[in-house]
Nanobody, 127 residues
Framework: QVQLVESGGGSVQAGGSLNLSCAIS????????FIWFRQAPGKEREAVAA???????RYADPVKGRFTVSLDNFANTLYLQMNNLKPEDTAMYYC?????????????????????WGQGTQVTVSS
């Protein structure tokens, strides 16, 4: 089974950058979609970026132009490069995966819940 482990979170000042990593194991099937979610205190979980393993990418409006999702198939690692971080980006960030999902669906208004989740990594952005 696919397993996901996030890392790379931390505390930064506004305007700073972080690069989150999601180590993927047990990934042998084609057609997976990988998604970065975040959830801040008092807010609902939201998908911020998604990537199909064919290279298709989608982003939520609040992170467009600042975040970049990528998948290194050789290293079996999903990344989320976060630049120009804002305090509103403060949240627990999770990577998730689902073979039956597409990046387009993942960033839609009511996307299905991915089947596989990591445990999360905390990102805190101070003013």
């Amino acid at each position: 089974q696919v397993q996901l482990v996030e890392s790379g979170g931390g505390s930064v000042q506004a305007g700073g950058s972080l690069n989150l990593s999601c180590a993927i194991s047990g990934y042998t099937e084609r057609g997976y979609c990988f998604i970065w979610f975040r959830q801040a205190p008092g807010k609902e979980r939201e998908a911020v970026a998604a990537m199909d393993d064919d290279g298709t990418r989608r982003y939520a409006d609040p992170v467009k132009g600042r975040f970049t999702v990528s998948l290194d198939n050789f290293a079996n690692t999903l990344y989320l490069q976060m630049n120009n971080l804002k305090p509103e980006d403060t949240a627990m960030y999770y990577c998730a995966a689902d073979r039956w999902m597409t990046a387009f669906q993942a960033l839609g208004p009511r996307p299905p819940r991915p089947k596989v989740w990591g445990q999360g990594t905390q990102v805190t952005v101070s003013s």
